[in-house]
């Protein structure tokens, strides 16, 4: 379907019908911006017409989060500002985001929406998809980002950019190369979505085991016995992480668990140890199968007390400083497969943020952290809980796995379909 190439005005990866050179054209030449109306603050509105803003436009795709929202009667006052479904458009004030430009597809949700200034609509006689395309490409962006430099904010206009060059094939190829990349754009758009469903299913299940709403039973279906309800600090133990060490102690040495192994997961990933040096002499304490780790501190009181439970047996690994430790006294007690679920839970996560202090800075009592309450089953409907929701967790692994190798795909083709 697709053939490869050597010359350096013809894309590596080429659909085998067309030939010949692409024509190196002037990005005025192939699109335009349209920029939106500044309406005032004063007229928005609590529902009526979509208002599409700059924090609105997010990268490849549009964002619903504080929607705001115009007179309905301004559609057909400003009916030149409306937008429609398959529009694109690009945010034109910091319109670069970690290398990326903030250009969006108008989905179902803000047709007929009013664009505002420092918004603008592509226009295009080309195809519009491809254009939409071409202006992801990371050279192109690199070339725009060098255009835009030494203002603050920077802001993207025309009259900076209709000069520079990109190889543009004709209308046809045009359109091959869109559908093509729409295919995979949309794979990647079922990914998106499949994952992010499959969140929000774990979300709702986790809710419902945890207030238990939903039981488990044994094997023989007999019911298990009333979860008990006992204080952290009546079931294990705290300890410090490291002590006494300074910033050249680190990067060699035996492997410890940072700050981020613990507020991004619920449970240690091996791959991202640091590495510390202790000496043998030295009274540290170091971490086991089981144990339970917690941020003390962070700059906002919801991200303070997340946990992680460490799942694998590690030879001499130790704790950062900046978080410590909760052993269990039994594992026959509180199983760490389900642990990680339970201290994670929306009940549970509600009361330690509860206990947040400061201002700046938000830091958590360990103290009081042990009196919190927590509900534990046997350990037979614990090792149900672990399984149910452990599974869950694999088919989210899998999806962001498949989504990672999409977006993969889509960058290196994006790389060799254009010149």
């Known amino acids: 379907m697709i053939k490869m190439s050597e010359v350096v005005n013809i894309p590596q990866l080429r659909f085998p019908e067309f030939s010949g050179d692409w024509d190196e054209r002037r990005l005025g030449d192939v699109f335009d911006v349209f920029n939106g109306y500044s309406f005032s603050s004063n007229d928005a509105k609590s529902e009526g017409t979509r208002w599409v803003k700059i924090a609105d436009v997010g990268i490849q795709r549009m964002k619903s989060e504080n929607i705001s929202y115009l007179p309905d009667y301004f559609q057909q006052q400003y009916e030149r500002f409306l937008l429609r479904q398959g529009d694109y458009v690009i945010a034109l004030t910091r319109p ?53 430099l030494g203002t603050e904010p920077p802001n993207l206009s025309m009259s900076q950019i209709s000069t520079l060059k990109a190889f543009i094939p004709v209308e046809p190829e045009q359109q091959k190369i869109a559908t093509f990349l729409i295919a995979v ?32 039973k044994a094997d023989d279906g007999s019911t298990f016995p009333d979860w008990e309800e006992k204080k952290l600090g009546d079931i294990g133990q705290t300890f410090n992480g490291l002590i006494g060490k300074t910033k050249d102690d680190f990067g060699k040495g035996k492997p410890y668990i940072q700050y981020m192994q613990i507020f991004e997961s619920s449970k240690i990933n091996i791959d991202n140890f640091g590495l510390v040096d202790v000496r043998d002499d030295e009274n540290q304490k170091a971490a086991q199968y089981g144990d339970v780790f917690f941020t003390t501190s962070s700059e906002t009181p919801n991200a303070v007390g997340y946990s992680s439970v460490l799942l694998n047996d590690i030879d001499e690994l130790y704790l950062n400083s900046f978080c410590f430790g909760f052993r269990p006294n039994s594992l026959d007690e509180l199983s760490p497969n389900f642990a990680q679920f339970l201290l994670r839970s929306a009940n549970f996560r509600k009361r330690v943020v509860r206990l947040a202090q400061g201002s700046t800075r938000y830091n958590m009592s360990k103290v009081q952290l042990m009196k919190e309450v927590i509900g534990i089953p046997s350990l037979e409907e614990q090792t149900k809980i672990a399984n149910f929701l452990s599974s869950i967790d694999n088919k989210i692994e899998q999806v962001g796995k498949q989504l990672d190798e999409s977006k993969q795909f889509k960058k290196a083709l994006l790389q060799q379909m254009f010149v």
């Open 96 to 148: 670069i985001l970690n290398k990326k430009l903030k250009i969006a597809k108008i989905d179902k949700d803000f047709d007929g929406s009013l664009l505002n200034q420092r918004v603008g609509k592509l226009l295009t006689k080309n195809v519009y998809s491809f254009v939409y395309t071409l202006l992801q490409r990371s050279k192109l962006i690199d070339l725009i980002n060098k255009n835009i």
């Open 185 to 216: 754009d949309t794979k990647i758009e079922q990914l998106s979505k499949k994952q992010e469903l499959l969140g929000e299913y774990k979300k709702g299940a986790m809710q419902q085991i945890f207030s238990q709403v939903i039981r488990f």
